[in-house]
């Protein structure tokens, strides 16, 4: 392979080549590689644009915390933009495309933004392009916008699956490093149920990328040894490709698996992610450190790199990041940069320490290499690629050195960001020179680099203390290990955040290209505090979310404000720890899935007769059924109307919700949450019921029959039957707990239908037979049965919702189906017909029954024509409340019918009422139309409305002003009965 | 945040719905302004919390969960009423 | 020791040196005419306009933190005035007109983006409740549009339409609606505030009040006692924990709202969009994060961070509306402390004792009422009479009968 | 009239997935179930209930069986009595058996019974339920009552195989079983009959 691929070593698979295109060129590398290491080892340098200046920029790490190669990834509906480079794993077919820059990555149209660059300072959009204030969104937003932003979204449906699921553990380990992994070890030998969590491939975080030994062996080869054991304990569970990204209450994680990412589709029955929840009662957090830059001049040019990554490109890749690396470290860390590269045979320009003294051992590390102490970096050079760097001695003398790659190492900050997912700081160590976690959440310890315990024996010990610790607590007895010998490593570093004297511009946030002199002008401006800092210059808002960066940044401020560190503070870090795909948050839950789908027992049956369903809630309802030649909804309806109320028709109302009460107390209880009376209902015997809020609004209606001395069974509206069952056990649970009574919902339990219509007694007299004596005496209106159909236990109603001589019958549900047939069946010589929710609601509105447009939440008793349903002989839920002046107000909008003075017009719901000489405006607004609907019985559109002194006004002539359709109709206020006022028909 | 329902056992709150301040006592019939008070006022503590929560999704009881509202969490719950278990 | 051949850095960084403060950060003084409590979006308009409109620049505003950190810095930057009941609508409107004009005053532009705002509805009670509010807005002579699925498909021919649990039926429109970047209100009020004369103070936390016969004359604070004539708070979800400190107890509840950014992407959504079958809504920012969000989490917390079922509500919401966001990825979330009043509208009015003055109740909404909010604060404060269009918002309204409940959820504030 | 058919809770809607050779997961549905949602109201109801059919109910989430007929305890003094001899009558048994001790209210058509078992069970399960299924946990006799992607569902453990059984609300069988397919499809899902 050509390029930049070492001769051997690294811990891809060499046999397995991988072909992969970048901009359209076609690339090979290797099973292992990641896309950034693959573009590494073919050569490529530059990978992206910047975000606002568009300046060319490489790959800068080897992990998560990559701000620059940010690429497209597939093509199409697949298309994922802002992709780390240096995290996605190489598969065969692979296509990336670098990102922000027009024409092409190579010269970018906007790259003249630079040119403008003094004016485009931090906050420079907050001082100009105020005027002319309409060309705001005409002209500077939609520039703004369109030069903002990164890559390119994909406008259509994401093709592939998620999932989300749930694990519980004794001992979450996050991370897989030696400190994670010893963690576990301990942790999974004590018995513990352990799980690990690894975001990334393989496991063994550093122990992969650099060369120290540990027992002897290799870091890989240890690591191979430690995940051999791990996999064979039975309670140990490794999670690969599995980042945990956020700390919620009660011990749950938030992770995320790549299930698929690495592979160019999902396989069957495979999602591309699945979201998991973690529950754990102790949780290590072994997430390791990621190593800080420094900032100079040029700090950006393709080809300046964190030191650590450089290393993780030599050793875990087989890859030469440059021909000539220089490194600039101020601490021991990146001296091995040097070593791990002069033993691979690459080319080291220069070391670079800004201290004057370095440990002899430390100092071999360089060999031959040309050696600079006391120097700094003052600026990087070249256009596309790195070409030469400026190095500033003490003395102040400079020198320049060719180099294509600069390894940067500043030290390192503990990834603890999880740890203060529930509020607590980070707390700055002037020893480590780094922030480390303060008061951690419930049950979860650091441990490793992340604690700032940065040498591979102290991770190790971590890892062996606080996975005894965790396991000891769970009641595990603790397991001991033997000491594990490692290399020595030395961890000294300087504070060295920024180099001053650099001469061209120097970044401290290379995503949103903010520079040093940003930060200043921040705190010139007053933006001194950290978060203020953040906001007004964007410092750690792209999607690194900083993680090279934030330090940086309040460090130049503290000096700035010759505050210290401590004093200055962090911005606060919050989930997702790593950006996650909005699609795995949901899972399965999109489309039709979104919600569950509720069925009632009878729509396989309604399908087969063609109805047309509406979602009531979850439920799925057949709202009206049409007819071959029908071809709009109004003539089926009105067929339907018709039907009924010229013979019958049936309707399943299984929906509404059904509550079975049981126990001597019921009629007790009843009073309590009915505004009416309910102790008094005869046995057999069924009641309109109304309830109320406790701050005396409605809250809902329905109707509740009493089937034996201590059994009730209350009826409540479809939308809020689980609302009304929450209601009565808290009343029942909290208020009354002396009350003795039993309550369930039975909603399921049966299927129930509405016969309506003149003929509906007949056709029940069909059905159940001339056994059955259903003659008005024995079944009057608002009786209440329970009897045998076919000896299927079954139960009738007299009630009526349509206004016409109607019954509701209700079997075991298994039977609903069935019933519905021999319902049609049984009512085939009386013209009867099925009918939807839609017809349902024509014969209310004709009737001037409330339903759910004017229960909305708002109205009282009164307002509903309802006032007198509030029994006075007794307590009830609502009923002090009911009483305020407000809600009593004579003037407040009550009930009425309405009915166009030209009865071709169409009323509309929503319309609000206007006298008739009022001018349209809000001092004349008096009240709104809830429901219309077109009346076949009549022949013209009706409605009902909330009016101001509504019932003083039958008769007048007012005005339904729909300005949002441009119409403006005069109607006649009526009584809200349109049909049968007397209510003849509904006694039969 | 999971709620353990000495029914049910350690649930996630999805299961569960929220009323608020288990403080407020229904006041007599009658009580005139001091339902205003029970219906509307609320302490709304920064600290620990007693409060009703509804198992609707598990064994329909309703709990009285005492909680740190600044940390959410969890001292202790129970059965709202005892004497429902019979 | 080292830093020394260091601390040249900071001769290097002169360039920008003309530039002042953009507010005073002010040192507190013994006495001031007004003390508003709280340094967020409506503490710094109301002290805006009392020092603009009505002369009193003898203010100070008190901020525990720094300056909007609080939910002006953390909300969704949504405004519009696309209300339903005739309390609430003139006053949106009034806030919705000072936005339009904003920019021209404060000299200061805060990006009022008026890209439009799009309430979807998916069923027939549905709409007719958005025909009932759009009428009612065009009553009070704001602007509202009628679009049926056609309409709504030219606009979001993105949007889930074909394979939908619930599908669109239309929405309601209010071109005149948008987004306003959020810190910058904070911002632009603190500046000419400040340049006015009134104090800022950042990192002040009232502590308790100063009373004396019964009145408020002043507060104590985490940097002293400071005296004032009269004192208003603007402390949005710390308002029952400060009132508490005068012994007040308010129909407010604190909860947390979480809210949701993006990685940054090229232009994708212009407008703002509202989800009528789950809790989602949202809209792009200018650096082109999808900014987007949905639900309370529904329990009282001060934690100022929610949960993740929330997280996976609000996603599943997007997801069903617009299935193209699947592969996009969530950035970063947070959270603010609601006000949740109880009936979900806010409270500006005078207290019980005499010297105090509350602006409170906000729940989730209170950004658009930013500039309306603090004129109508200013007015309160400096008249004692309510402002005309703020008449509504009176705090014994829950002890006569006349809530302003929009969504009819009565009493329980976590539905609001 | 003639004679009303019946239709279970789950018919037409269960359907085999995913790899068919070696199938990790088998459900099938239960049918002729007796299921009663029964309350104890007196101090002697378990009494009663041990006289009747050799079981105390249990006070806990758990469930106890005498082969034919369980008590599965689904909240404090609540329980879905299930029997395996059918639905008629069960509720007027039951009523019979406890007299004023308890209240029975019949479910038997409220619900749809799955059992579900097989190597990768616990796989698919952990995909939906939000409960701890651990055997160390959740045994033979556990009982769960919770929520499965939006859907409502009562679980109990019959066998260390592990096998299951659940009831799930009839109106929402077939959101379920979409729920089930697509879980178990990536191991294998065999309908048994
Ligand atoms: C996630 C989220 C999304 C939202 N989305 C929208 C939206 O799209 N549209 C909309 O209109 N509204 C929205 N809101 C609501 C809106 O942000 C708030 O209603 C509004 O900002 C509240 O007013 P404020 O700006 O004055 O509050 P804040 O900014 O919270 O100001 C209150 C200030 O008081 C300070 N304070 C508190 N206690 C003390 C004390 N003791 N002493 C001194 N100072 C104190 C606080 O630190 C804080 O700075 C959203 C809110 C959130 C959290
Ligand atoms: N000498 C130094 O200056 C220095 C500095 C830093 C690190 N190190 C080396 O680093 C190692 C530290 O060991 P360690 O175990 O603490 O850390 P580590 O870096 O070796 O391992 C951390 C692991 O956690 C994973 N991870 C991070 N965040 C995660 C998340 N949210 N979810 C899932 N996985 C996540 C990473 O992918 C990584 O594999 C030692 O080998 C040490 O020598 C040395
Ligand atoms: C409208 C808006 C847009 C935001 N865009 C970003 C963003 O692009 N990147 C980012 O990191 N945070 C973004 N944030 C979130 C802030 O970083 C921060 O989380 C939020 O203001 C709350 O503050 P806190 O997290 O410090 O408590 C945005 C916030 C808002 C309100
Ligand atoms: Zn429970």
């Known amino acids: 392979m050509s390029g930049r691929r070492l001769a051997s070593g690294g811990l891809i698979n060499r046999a397995a080549p991988v072909r992969f295109a970048f901009d359209g060129r076609d690339f090979a590398g290797f099973a292992g590689d990641t896309v950034a290491s693959a573009l590494l080892a073919n050569g490529v340098g530059l990978v992206g644009r910047s975000f606002k200046y568009h300046r060319p920029r ?170 051999a054991e791990l996999r064979a304990l039975p309670n140990v569970r490794i999670m690969r490709r599995t980042v945990v990204f956020g700390v919620y209450d009660g011990g749950t994680y938030g992770a995320l698996e790549r299930v698929s990412d690495h592979l160019a589709v999902p396989p069957p029955h495979q999602p591309r992610q699945r979201l998991w929840k973690l529950v754990a009662k102790r949780t290590v957090l072994a997430a390791g450190a990621i190593e800080r830059p420094v900032v100079f001049g040029g700090n950006d040019r393709p080809g300046v790199m964190l030191a650590s990554a450089v290393r993780s490109y030599a050793n875990r890749f087989g890859v030469a990041a440059g021909e000539r690396i220089a490194v600039f470290t101020t601490g021991d860390d990146g001296w091995r940069t040097a070593g791990d590269l002069l033993a691979q045979g690459v080319t080291v320009a220069a070391v670079i320490d800004p201290r004057t003294e370095v440990a002899p051992a430390v100092r071999a590390l360089a060999g031959g290499a040309e050696v600079y102490l006391g120097a700094m970096v003052r600026d990087a050079h070249g256009a596309h690629g790195l070409r030469r760097i400026d190095v500033v001695r003490a003395d102040g003398s400079s020198v320049s050195i060719a180099a294509d790659v600069l390894a940067v190492s500043g030290g390192w900050n503990p990834t603890a960001s999880l ?36 040498t591979t024996a102290e991770a190790l010990a971590d890892g062996v203390r606080l996975g005894n610790e965790a396991a000891v607590a769970l009641g595990f007895t603790a397991t001991s290990i033997a000491a594990i010998r490692t290399s020595d490593e030395s961890f000294a570093v300087a504070p060295l955040f920024h180099v001053a004297a650099a001469r061209t511009k120097a970044f401290v946030d290379l995503q949103n290209d903010v520079t040093v002199k940003d930060i200043a002008l921040a705190e010139r401006e007053g933006f001194r505090s950290v978060e203020h800092l953040k906001r007004y210059t964007t410092l750690g808002m792209a999607t690194d979310q ?98 009924v109320r010229g013979g019958a028709g049936i309707c399943d109302v299984s929906t509404l919700g059904k509550i079975a009460l049981e126990g001597p107390d019921v009629g007790a209880f009843l009073d309590r949450v009915y505004a009416n009376m309910f102790s008094t209902l005869p046995v057999g015997r069924a009641r309109y019921g109304l309830m109320l809020r406790e701050d005396g609004i409605v809250m809902d209606d329905g109707t509740t029959a009493r089937l034996a001395d201590e059994r009730f069974v209350m009826s ?44 509906s007694r007949q056709l029940l007299q069909t059905l159940f037979g001339p056994g059955v004596d259903l003659s008005d ?19 009738l109603f007299r009630l009526s919702f349509s206004g016409e001589l109607a019954y509701e019958i209700a079997v075991p549900a298994r039977f609903g189906a069935a019933l519905a047939g021999a319902l049609v069946t049984a009512g085939a010589g009386l013209g009867v017909v099925p009918y939807g929710t839609e017809a349902l609601g024509v014969m209310r509105v004709e009737k001037g029954h409330v339903a759910g447009n004017e229960l909305n939440g708002t109205s009282t008793a009164g307002d509903l024509g309802l006032g007198r349903m509030l029994s006075s002989k007794k307590d009830f839920i609502g009923r002090t409340m009911a009483a305020r002046p407000g809600l009593v107000d004579p003037a407040r909008p009550a009930l009425v019918g309405l009915r166009p003075v030209d009865r071709a017009q169409r009323l509309r719901a929503g319309a609000h009422f206007l006298a008739r000489d009022a001018k349209a405006e809000a001092a004349n607004d008096a009240g709104y139309m809830t429901s219309v609907v077109f009346s076949p019985e009549l022949g013209h559109w009706i409605g009902l409305g909330l009016l101001a002194n509504g019932p003083q006004r039958h008769g007048e002539i007012i005005r339904a002003y729909d300005a949002l359709r441009g119409e403006d109709i005069a109607v006649e206020v009526v009584p809200p009965v349109h049909v049968d006022p007397e209510g003849v028909r509904l006694r039969g | 945040m999971r709620i353990d329902c000495p029914f049910c056992g350690s649930r996630e709150i999805v299961e569960f719905s929220y009323l608020g301040d288990a403080g407020v006592q229904r006041p007599a019939p009658d009580a005139g302004s001091v339902f205003t008070d029970y219906v509307y006022l609320r302490d709304n503590v920064a600290g620990r919390h007693r409060e009703y929560w509804y198992h609707g999704s598990g064994c329909h009881s309703w709990l009285v969960v005492e909680r740190d509202t600044r940390s959410h969490e969890i001292f202790s719950v129970d059965y709202a009423h005892r004497e429902t278990v019979r | 020791m080292r830093n020394s051949i260091f601390s040249l850095a900071l001769n290097a960084l002169s360039g920008h040196k003309h530039w002042q403060p953009t507010w005073r950060d002010a040192e507190p003084r013994a006495a001031y005419d007004v003390i508003i409590i709280g340094g967020g979006g409506h503490g710094l308009a109301t002290a805006h306009y009392l020092a603009k409109i009505y002369g009193i620049t003898n203010v100070a505003v008190l901020e525990k933190s720094w300056i909007g950190s609080g939910n002006v810095g953390r909300n969704t930057t949504i405004v519009r005035s696309n209300y339903l009941l005739p309390g609430n609508i003139p006053f949106y409107e009034l806030s919705m007109k000072l936005w339009e004009g904003l920019e021209q005053d404060l000299n200061y532009n805060a990006m009022v983006s008026q890209r439009g705002v799009l309430n979807l509805f998916h069923s027939d009670g549905q709409r007719d409740g958005y025909v009932r509010r759009g009428n009612a807005m065009r009553l009070h002579g704001v602007d509202a549009e009628l679009l049926d699925q056609a309409a709504v498909r030219k606009l979001y021919p993105f949007l889930d339409f074909d394979h939908a649990r619930f599908p669109i039926q239309g929405g309601l429109l209010q071109k005149r609606g948008g987004t306003v970047r959020h810190d910058a209100v904070a911002w632009g009020y603190a500046k000419t505030a400040s340049a006015r004369g009134v104090d800022i103070v950042q990192n002040c936390e009232v502590r308790g009040f100063i009373v004396e016969d019964g009145q408020v004359v002043g507060v104590e604070t985490s940097r002293g006692s400071i005296r004032a004539g009269k004192v208003g708070m603007a402390v949005a979800g710390a308002s029952s924990q400060v009132a508490a400190m005068a012994g007040l107890k308010l129909p407010i509840e604190s909860h947390v709202l979480q809210a949701f950014v993006s990685e940054g992407l090229k232009p994708l959504i212009p407008g703002v969009i509202t989800f009528g079958a789950g809790h989602f809504y949202i809209s792009q920012s200018d650096k082109g994060g999808l900014v987007f969000g949905g639900d309370i989490d529904g329990y009282n917390s001060y934690a100022q961070r929610g949960n993740l079922p929330v997280v996976e509500d609000v996603c599943e919401g997007g997801m069903a509306l617009m299935p193209m966001i699947g592969r996009l990825r969530l950035l970063r979330s947070w959270g603010g402390l609601m006000d949740m009043s109880m009936d979900g509208s806010p409270i500006i009015d005078r207290t019980p004792i005499s010297g105090l003055y509350l602006n409170a109740g906000w729940c989730y909404g209170g950004f658009k009422a930013t500039p309306a909010s603090g004129l109508s604060f200013a007015h309160l404060l400096a008249t004692d009479t309510a402002h005309e269009t703020a008449k509504a918002y009176r705090l014994d309204r829950f002890a006569t009968g006349h809530m302003l409940d929009e969504k009819g959820q009565g009493a329980q504030p976590n539905l609001h | 009239m003639g004679k009303l058919a019946p239709r279970s809770a789950f018919a037409g809607l269960l359907h085999s997935a995913g ?175």
């Open chain 1, 58 to 227: 490489g790959v800068f790490s080897a992990g998560p915390e990559e701000p620059n190669a940010l690429v497209e990834l597939r093509n199409g509906t697949r298309r994922e933009p802002n992709t780390k480079a240096t995290t996605a794993e190489l598969f065969a077919g692979l296509v990336a495309r670098s990102q922000n820059r027009w024409p092409s990555l190579a010269f970018d149209v906007l790259a003249i933004n630079q040119l403008a660059s003094p004016i485009f300072v931090a906050g420079f959009y907050y001082k100009t392009f105020m005027w002319p204030a309409v060309l705001w969104e005409k002209l500077y937003e939609p520039l703004i916008r369109r030069a903002a932003g990164l890559g390119k979204a994909s406008v259509e449906t994401d093709p592939d699956s998620y999932e989300k699921a749930t694990a519980f553990c004794d001992v979450l380990v996050i991370g897989s490093g030696p400190a994670g992994l010893m963690a576990a070890l301990t942790a999974g030998r004590a018995g513990a149920r352990v799980i690990v969590a690894e975001e990334d491939f393989p496991l063994g975080g550093r122990l992969l990328a650099e060369t120290y030994e540990i027992d002897g062996m290799p870091g890989a080869a240890w690591t191979a040894g430690v995940e």
């Open chain 1, 419 to 454: 740890a203060t997912h529930h509020g607590a700081r980070t707390e700055w160590s002037d020893t480590k020179l780094a922030f480390l976690p303060g008061k951690t959440p419930p049950g979860l310890a650091v441990a490793g680099a992340a604690a700032g315990n940065f």
């Open chain 1, 546 to 643: 900083g993680k090279t960066s934030n330090v940086n940044g309040l460090a130049i401020m503290a000096e700035l404000t010759g505050r210290s560190i401590p004093e200055t503070g962090s911005t606060r870090s919050r989930p997702p720890h790593v950006p996650v795909a909005i699609g795995a948050f949901a899972g399965l839950h999109k489309g039709l899935d979104f919600k569950p789908t509720r069925l009632p027992a009878s729509h396989g049956w309604a399908v087969a007769r063609g109805a047309v369903f509406v979602e009531t809630g979850q439920w799925l309802r057949a709202q009206w059924y049409p007819q071959p030649g029908e071809t709009d909804w109004l003539t089926s309806v009105t067929r339907e109307v018709k039907a």
């Open chain 1, 716 to 759: 409540t509206t479809t939308i809020n039957a689980g609302k009304v069952m929450q209601h009565l056990e808290f009343c029942h649970q909290v208020l009354w707990p002396e009350l003795d009574l039993d309550m369930v919902s039975v909603t399921e339990q049966w299927a129930q239908f509405a016969v309506a219509g003149p003929s």
């Open chain 1, 777 to 795: 005496a024995a079944v009057p209106y608002m009786a209440a049965r329970e009897l045998q159909l076919d000896s299927i236990p079954a139960r």
């Open chain 4, 19 to 193: 790899p068919s050779a070696a199938p990790g997961v088998l459900v099938r549905e239960e049918t002729g179930l007796g299921l009663a949602t029964v309350f104890a109201r007196a101090p002697y109801f378990p009494r009663l209930v041990q006289s009747a059919y050799g079981i105390i109910p249990p006070e806990t989430s758990q469930v106890v069986s005498n082969g034919a007929v369980a008590f599965i305890g689904t909240g404090p003094g609540k329980w879905l009595a299930l029997s395996r001899n059918g639905a008629a009558g069960w509720r007027d048994e039951l009523a019979t058996a406890l007299g004023v001790t308890g209240s029975v209210i019949d479910q038997s058509d409220g619900f749809g019974v799955l059992r579900v078992s097989g190597e990768k069970v616990r796989a698919t399960f952990e995909k939906g339920f939000p409960v701890d299924l651990h055997p160390s946990v959740f045994k033979p006799r556990s009982v769960a009552v919770t929520l499965v992607a939006h859907i409502g569902v009562t679980l109990w453990q019959i066998d260390d195989a592990p096998t299951y059984e659940l009831a799930i609300a009839r109106s929402f069988a077939g959101s379920f079983a979409h729920w089930l397919t697509s879980s178990a499809a990536e191991f294998g899902l065999r309908v048994e009959v």
